[in-house]
């Protein structure tokens, strides 16, 4: 045994010996592979080594809207125009060994061999910028170790060949920093519209810290994760000795100063920029800005067109920087139509309210989780139910302006938009019921959501209005909820299909869409969403309207934060929202309008617009559904109407406070937790006589709206 082992320690030695002998033939293979690569390439016209394609948006009606540009906007700059300290923060965040290493980091390829036959794949990370460069220009982006021995072989020759200078010059010219910019120079002028050249530190990190995922650090989408990516950015600089800590102290207060992009003539901005962000997810950065795909959408023109429109109608929206947004989609493919994140196009894919902002719907919810699930379990519109104080628990809901209408059908709850009818009736039929069918409609609701409060839209994160227009498509649709979807196929650049919208699914009967769909017209026709009438159109719809949150900021205030219009037609649904961004409201920027004012008012001008039928409102005189009242400071807020008569509703000789379309506001709503919200509990009821004879006026009053005599 002895023997044995000494003759393995003679071997040690050679070891080495042998590993390069076993070796030679690789690196003998990899110079030769390497300089005949290199000898063609030149870093003086390395700007035009590229193969980037614009990707193409067309039409539902296969026309051409927009190219999305590559290699189009990059202006190559020589090194000496890129101020040090932006050149310095790449090598901070990209590659700290930059000046030491000579083209290769050697633990980043062990680190990558180890993952390969531990995972079975390379991970990507730790390339230094030279393999980087090596990427970007010579191989392609698959993830295989033969390729990762290219990358390092071409990397080392490529050091040798050239200078560390020519390296990051040919670097910052050539990698992505999203919004089709390629090239620090193109950064500089879509982010802060300025020259390379006079970039700031902070401006530089930010830029800097754009490159390992431009989409997600996007300051013009996601502000707060681009600041924190560019402190990122400056600490690893301090640590780096590139500044002192004070330096980078200061750096990192400075606020993110992006350009003031102005207003697009693209009437359709706000639409390609969903598509585009659509896209990015399906296939990412670098094939939608370079790979040549070809995207076809659902874009009508038309109703786009007619949407902005109506939009640029100052008289719909007084009063000072009240917004507002709208979603149209077909009902029978759930394909977007129209859509416009807000009044003014002010940012290249900034905010878009129709997609990206989250706000309670009010009453405009109760349609979805709870009537249609009682509709489900056997419930007609004829069906009664209580509208009589209730409370389970600290739970107590109210009716907007008080009172109670008593024993009444759920056609009547739904037409004047009783909270507490609604709040017993899911009480009845099981929160679990109402949570269940709002998740399969696609709404994205947590778990403190499974509770009475859902009835009147009182949810943890809110609702966009394109998740409304896509949820109450499905009632016209027979119970088929789809995904609403603005991408109907993309091909890449040799024809072939890549991804193709999903299929919807049947998510309620045909019958519960059916008395969705009954009821939601009654609230049209005689109720609170009259003004959403179309001359000759069957109109369904439902109003909705939170009120102001019960903060210090809006105490002895009575006004609302969100107004909502949720309808459609056969064939396609809109949803209105409006009211003022979170960060600009203030004591004198707050809705008095109700969903059953402006809301309904714009989606009546937009539906029919597009219909091509008449616009007119049905009633003898329009009445404009607000005025502007002057405040002391002078600033102007939406004032509520003067007369019951402005609401346009067909209940206008009822006191106006019992007219009032207002979702319990979820801020005024207390989620407890461990209180009995499935517990079917039921208050002694007040006498009834003052109730039936409320109803009973109410239901006089309806019966003339019908036949046409109430006066609208």
């Known amino acids: 045994m002895a023997e044995k082992w000494r003759k393995v320690v003679r071997v040690i030695p050679y070891i080495p010996l042998l590993i390069f002998l076993a070796s030679l033939p690789f690196i003998i293979w990899g110079y030769c592979y390497a300089n005949q690569l290199l ?52 090598v901070a965040i990209e590659d700290k060994r930059f000046y030491d290493h000579r083209g290769v980091d050697v633990k980043a390829i062990f680190r990558a061999t180890l993952n390969y036959y531990r995972l079975g794949r390379i991970t990507e990370g730790g390339s230094t910028i030279t393999q980087q460069i090596v990427k970007l220009y010579f191989l392609s982006s698959e993830q295989t170790l033969q390729r990762k021995i290219k990358e390092a072989v071409i990397a080392l020759e490529f050091e040798r060949r050239y200078s560390k200078d020519e390296i990051l010059e040919l670097y910052i010219n050539r990698v992505y920093f999203g919004e089709g910019a390629y090239g620090i120079q193109s950064a500089a002028k879509v982010y802060f519209n300025k020259e390379c050249s006079m970039l700031t530190t902070a401006e530089g990190a930010l830029l800097a810290g754009l490159v390992q995922a431009p989409s997600a650090y996007d300051p ?27 330096q980078g102290n200061e750096a990192q207060q400075k606020p993110i100063e992006l350009k003031d992009n102005p207003q697009s003539e693209n009437y359709n901005s706000y639409f390609i920029d ?3 962000s659509e896209a990015i997810a399906v296939a990412g950065d670098d094939q939608i800005f370079k790979g040549g795909l070809k995207i076809y959408t659902t874009l009508d023109p038309q109703m786009q067109k007619k949407a902005e429109e109506i939009f640029a109608r100052d ?14 989609v077909d009902n029978s493919t759930g394909a977007i139509k129209a859509l416009i994140g807000g009044r003014h196009y002010e940012a290249k894919r900034g905010l878009n309210r129709a997609t990206q902002m989250y706000r309670q719907p009010g009453s405009t919810f109760k349609p979805i989780a709870v009537y249609a699930p009682a509709f489900e379990m056997g419930y007609r519109p004829e069906s009664i139910i209580s509208d009589t104080p209730f409370r389970v628990g600290n739970y107590e809901p109210h009716n907007s ?51 009475l409060p859902l009835a009147l839209g009182g949810l943890t994160r809110g609702v966009t209005p394109l998740q409304m227009a896509g949820a109450y498509a499905a009632f016209s649709s027979g119970g088929r909820y789809t995904r609403p979807y603005a991408i109907k196929y993309i091909e890449d650049a040799q024809g072939q299909t890549i991804f ?5 699914n049947q998510v309620m009967k045909v019958s519960t869409a059916e008395a969705v769909k009954d009821v939601l017209r009654t609230v049209v026709d005689s109720g609170t969403g009259s003004r959403a009438r179309i001359p000759g159109v069957a109109v369904s719809g439902k109003t909705g309207t939170t009120e102001l ?17 949720v309808g459609f037609t056969d064939r396609y649904t809109t949803a209105v929202w409006m009211g003022y961004d979170e960060k600009e409201m203030n004591r004198s920027h707050y809705l008095t309008s109700y969903g059953g004012n402006q809301p309904a008012e714009i989606f009546r001008l937009v539906l029919s617009g597009a219909m091509g039928v008449d616009e007119t409102y049905s009633r003898k005189q329009y009445v404009p559904p607000q005025i502007v009242k002057e405040q002391p400071d002078g600033q102007e807020f939406l004032a509520a109407p003067e007369e019951p008569g402005n609401l346009g509703s067909p209940i206008e000789k009822i006191n106006l406070n019992e007219t009032k379309d207002q979702g319990e506001p979820l801020d005024q709503v207390e989620k407890q937790q461990n209180s009995p919200w499935q517990e079917q509990t039921e208050q002694d009821r007040p006498a009834r006589g003052k109730q039936q004879n409320g109803y009973s006026k109410l239901l ?13």
């Not at 193709?500 to 919807?504: L, Y």
């Open 274 to 276: 969903y598509v585009i």
């Open 39 to 90: 000898n063609n390439f030149s870093s003086e016209n390395a700007d035009l080594a590229t193969f980037d394609q614009n990707s193409a948006l067309f039409e539902d009606n296969g026309n051409l809207i927009y190219e999305i540009h590559g290699v189009v906007n990059r202006t190559p700059v020589p090194l000496e125009q890129v101020p040090e300290h932006v050149q310095k923060a790449f």
């Open 401 to 451: 302006g008080g009172g109670y209408y008593g024993e009444i059908s759920i056609r009547t709850a739904v037409q004047w938009s009783r909270n507490v009818a609604a709040v017993r009736l899911l009480n009845t039929i099981g929160v679990d019921r109402g949570f269940e069918m709002a998740t399969k409609m696609g709404f994205e609701l947590v778990e403190a959501d499974r509770c």
């Open 220 to 246: 013009f989408i996601n502000s707060e994760g681009a600041q924190r990516r560019r402190n990122v950015v400056l600490e690893k600089m301090v640590e780096q000795n590139f500044m002192d800590q004070e």
């Open 700 to 712: 006089e009053l309806s019966v003339q709206a019908a036949s046409g005599k109430s006066g609208n």
């Open 549 to 565: 949150p019960d903060t210090p900021v809006f105490k002895g205030l009575s006004g609302n934060k969100d107004a909502w219009f």
């Open 500 to 504: 193709q919208h999903p299929e919807g």
């Open 315 to 328: 008289y719909l929206f007084p009063g000072s920087g009240v917004e507002a947004a709208l979603a149209m």
